[in-house]
Nanobody, 119 residues
Framework: QVQLVESGGGLVQPGGSLRLSCAAS????????VSWHRQAPGKERDLVAG????????NYADSVKGRFTISRDNAKNMAYLDMNSLKPEDTAVYYC????????????WGQGTQVTVSS
């Protein structure tokens, strides 16, 4: 049974930090690319950061470059998003996504975790 369980969200003051975690089970995690996405109320879900299956390729949205860091631990089937210097505009529900295109296309989404940046 495939499961993606996110954790680490919460309320933080501007300038603060949070670490989001995504625990994967039920599939071969090391063969999937991981990405984090976020969706604010009334807005579309946007890509925040992505990392390849081996961790060699990483990309970030311009809005989070220099503040957020994506990482993964294939031995533990875990993915992370470290978020620093948080701003109110970072407030959203954050989702982890796993995707593989070979040998067959396969996508899994987590249930989302709320991040609220407010004083």
């Amino acid at each position: 049974q495939v499961q993606l369980v996110e954790s680490g969200g919460g309320l933080v003051q501007p300038g603060g930090s949070l670490r989001l975690s995504c625990a994967a089970s039920g599939f071969t995690f090391s063969t999937y690319a991981v990405s984090w996405h976020r969706q604010a109320p009334g807005k579309e879900r946007d890509l925040v950061a992505g990392i390849s299956s081996t961790g060699d390729n990483i990309n970030y949205a311009d809005s989070v470059k220099g503040r957020f860091t994506i990482s993964r631990d294939n031995a533990k089937n875990m993915a992370y998003l470290d978020m620093n210097s948080l701003k109110p505009e970072d407030t959203a529900v954050y989702y982890c996504k796993m995707e593989r295109r070979w040998p067959t296309w396969s996508v899994y989404w987590g249930q989302g975790t709320q991040v609220t940046v407010s004083s």
